[in-house]
């Protein structure tokens, strides 16, 4: 995989903390509009999977291999006051685990090689032309609800931020690509964690969820 040279930075948006944040200390490409966005494909790419079935894959990360928590946007809304008391509620129980540029090309073959290529598995890879709603960072405070239980306009005008939140944020002033899952850490070379053992593992738990889901249906009657 050839190496990636970092974007150039932006001038300061000193009325934009959030995309200054990500621009200017991280390094990494955002999407104009609103709410912020972040360009995955250039720096990484993103596993989108159950925040069960994650949870469960976050021994095959590195301490500082970033994960992010967002909501399901086909997840029900619940009662405004009921999702101030619940951090799940607000966030959503899905998660992102991020990767290294090019893995999401890479996800179908290899799950077809762990031989889960057959099964509906409710994981999505983002990569080159996608890209991820900007989780606050860390010390941001989120923005106050709305009567439906949204969020309002984020700091500096970034649109509706918040849904969104860092688990494992990345570090300022260090390079974010050591630290993604790769197919090239394949039996442990190099140090980076690996692409495969991380895909099987979330895998597994997915249909485990994905079964649990089926099994707690009431029973169709014709």
Known sequence: MLPTVPLPRRPLHPSDPVRQWYENELGWATVPGSPLRLAA????????VPAEA???ALRHLGPVSPVALHASRSAPREDPAARREKWPARHG???WLLMAAGSAEELPGLLDWLEWGALALDLTAIGAGGSIE???PPGVPEGPLTADGAGTDGPGGSGPQGAAVWLRPPEPGCEVEPSLPTLSAVGGG?????????VDTVAT??????????????????
């Open 134 to 136: 900007a989780p606050l």
């Open 190 to 198: 190099g140090g980076a964690p690996d692409l495969v053992r991380l």
């Open 205 to 222: 738990h997915c249909h485990r969820v994905r079964l649990r889901r089926a099994c707690a249906q009431p029973p169709a009657y014709s």
């Open 93 to 95: 129980k899905r998660m």
């Open 54 to 56: 994650g949870v469960r």
């Open 41 to 48: 494909g250039l720096r990484f790419d993103v596993l989108d």
